[in-house]
T-cell receptor, first 114, second 113 residues
Framework: AQSVAQPEDQVNVAEGNPLTVKCTYS??????LFWYVQYPNRGLQFLLK??????LVKGSYGFEAEFNKSQTSFHLKKPSALVSDSALYFC????????????FGSGTKLNVKP | DTEVTQTPKHLVMGMTNKKSLKCEQH?????MYWYKQKAKKPPELMFV???????INESVPSRFSPECPNSSLLNLHLHALQPEDSALYLC????????????FGPGTRLTVT
């Protein structure tokens, strides 16, 4: 069975500092991994995905993520955090038997303080 | 157009009411999804339509009834709901295929009284 884990309920970072939101995965084959962001009372917005190829994936709003197969991780990063990055972040992995099914992590609340 | 729209934004209904949620996309996506989300929790998959046919039902109670009238529209019919059904209901769509991401609507905030 596929799953993703987000070990931190909350991450606090000062504006201008680098940020990392952690995600680890468990799949039996090659994972298809996604990051989404959710602002209060809104739907989820797609940030980036790893399908194959370069382990460093660049996405929207200056975010990037590094796929690490040996550590089964897909951490989301940004070199310089903005207060407007404060939101709820979800990592997700696609089911390998049914590609219309996704498994979401529990979510990480990112707080960026001025 | 990369937008998924949902109506209404908010809905308050009694336990004996019948109401419907509507979702629309014009991106040509042939997979459409309904999720339920409680506060500060991840979305929970309810239903998936693939090429207008129901392909996944995650053992959702029959008081929730999905419908996909055409490739752009997705409805969720609600009847005899319980207070614990109060949540944010999210619609999403995607292209078919394993490398494609989902696009989510803003959701309908449902309160059952």
């Amino acid at each position: 069975a596929q799953s993703v884990a987000q070990p931190e309920d909350q991450v606090n970072v000062a504006e201008g500092n680098p940020l990392t939101v952690k995600c680890t995965y468990s799949v039996s084959g090659n994972p298809y991994l996604f990051w989404y962001v959710q602002y209060p009372n809104r739907g989820l917005q797609f940030l980036l995905k790893y399908i194959t190829g370069d382990n460093l994936v660049k996405g929207s709003y200056g975010f990037e993520a590094e796929f690490n197969k040996s550590q089964t991780s897909f951490h989301l990063k940004k070199p310089s955090a903005l207060v407007s990055d404060s939101a709820l972040y979800f990592c997700a992995v696609r089911d390998q038997g049914n590609f219309n099914k996704f498994y979401f992590g529990s979510g990480t609340k990112l707080n960026v303080k001025p | 157009d990369t937008e998924v729209t949902q109506t209404p934004k908010h809905l308050v209904m009694g336990m004996t009411n019948k109401k419907s949620l509507k979702c629309e996309q014009h991106m040509g996506h042939r997979a459409m999804y309904w999720y339920k989300q409680k506060a500060k929790k991840p979305p929970e998959l309810m239903f998936v339509y693939s090429y207008e046919k129901l392909s996944i039902n995650e053992s959702v109670p029959s008081r929730f009834s999905p419908e996909c009238p055409n490739s752009s529209l997705l409805n969720l019919h609600l009847h005899a709901l319980q207070p614990e059904d109060s949540a944010l209901y999210l619609c999403a769509s995607s292209k078919q295929g394993d490398s494609y991401e989902q696009y989510f609507g803003p959701g309908t905030r449902l309160t059952v009284t």
